[in-house]
């Protein structure tokens, strides 16, 4: 299970933060991260962690200015997405996920294989004035 909370309209050049709280897998290897879809386009990874190497990506527009973290609970983890300096560009629904096995370590936040990864239900950002 993926809860997600926070989002919802921010003025640019604000700050936002995005936290998920993932239970329910035995998570010995695991990628998890962040995904947004924007208006009329289709999801795209914006940042992902994998814990089995300890390597980080973020989307090249979106270096500098999202930050992914994540703590480990008895039995959840919590992942956090901090968007500082918000520009329009940063409008969209965003969706945590997990691949629960770690089969994408090797290419966080592709996508592929799609049947990897499961979904949060989704958090609206809007940054307008």
């Known amino acids: 299970q993926l809860v997600e909370s926070g989002g919802g309209l921010v003025q640019p050049g604000g700050s936002l933060g995005l936290s998920c709280v993932v239970s329910g897998f035995t998570l010995d290897s695991y990628v998890i991260g962040w995904f947004r879809q924007a208006p009329g386009e289709g999801r795209e990874g914006v940042s992902c962690?994998?814990?089995?190497?300890?390597?980080?990506?973020?989307k090249d527009s979106v270096k500098g200015r999202y930050t992914i973290s994540r703590n480990n609970g008895d039995k959840t983890i919590t992942a956090h997405l901090r968007i500082s300096n918000v520009q329009p560009e940063d409008t969209g629904v965003y969706y945590c996920?997990?691949?629960?096995?770690?089969?994408?370590?090797?290419?966080?936040?592709?996508?592929?294989?799609?049947?990897?990864?499961?979904w949060g239900q989704g958090t609206q950002v809007t940054v307008s004035s």
């Open positions: 996920v997990i691949d629960p096995v770690g089969i994408t370590h090797r290419q966080p936040c592709s996508g592929e294989p799609a049947v990897a990864y499961v």
């Open positions: 962690f994998s814990n089995s190497d300890g390597t980080t990506f973020y």
